[in-house]
């Protein structure tokens, strides 16, 4: 990720386009590491001269943070199946890509200093079982309610 960082700095330095740090640590984030999609990505936001970061996050098709914390604490915090599924539900309906939520969970809870590591290994281990039965094109409520449910057991 850092190494995409620097050459994606590199690439927008030289193509005279200012970005900021974490505006290309959403893209990379956004483009799963895949440099040249980050590129992409970046010349595709070159025409949002002065985007703020709503715009920019919607424009890569990135789930916004509330949305992901929100999971989170319900999941933590919230024993009902029936509030799981609400929320799940309202995820799909807000048109969230499940794929780049997983993505972005995964982020948050490698970076979260309150969990310590096997916790963060066990959570790993739910969202890739989740991504893979995406992949075999598992229904995608499913696989946020069995994630939310995971995620309290864990």
């Known amino acids: 990720e850092e190494l995409a960082l620097r050459r994606l700095r590199y690439v927008a330095d030289h193509e005279g386009l200012v970005r900021p740090d974490e505006t290309l640590k959403k893209i990379v984030l ?45 999941a933590l915090h919230t024993p009902s199946m029936q509030e799981l599924d609400k929320m799940s539900r309202e995820i799909l309906l807000e048109g969230h890509p499940v794929t780049t939520f997983l993505s972005q969970l995964e982020e948050l809870v490698i970076q979260d200093n309150q969990m310590n590591d096997l916790q963060k290994a066990q959570i790993s281990v739910i969202i890739s079982a989740a991504e893979s039965r995406l992949m075999a094109r598992a229904s995608e409520l499913q696989n946020l309610l069995d994630l939310s449910a995971s995620v309290v057991e864990a």
Do not use: K
């Not at 590129?39 to 992901?68: N, Y």
């Open 30 to 74: 956004r483009a799963e590491g895949y440099l040249r999609m980050a590129i992409m990505f970046s010349q595709s936001l070159s025409q949002l001269e002065d985007a703020d970061d709503t715009l920019i996050r919607e424009s890569l098709g990135l789930v916004p943070d509330d949305v992901i914390a929100n999971f989170t604490y319900q």
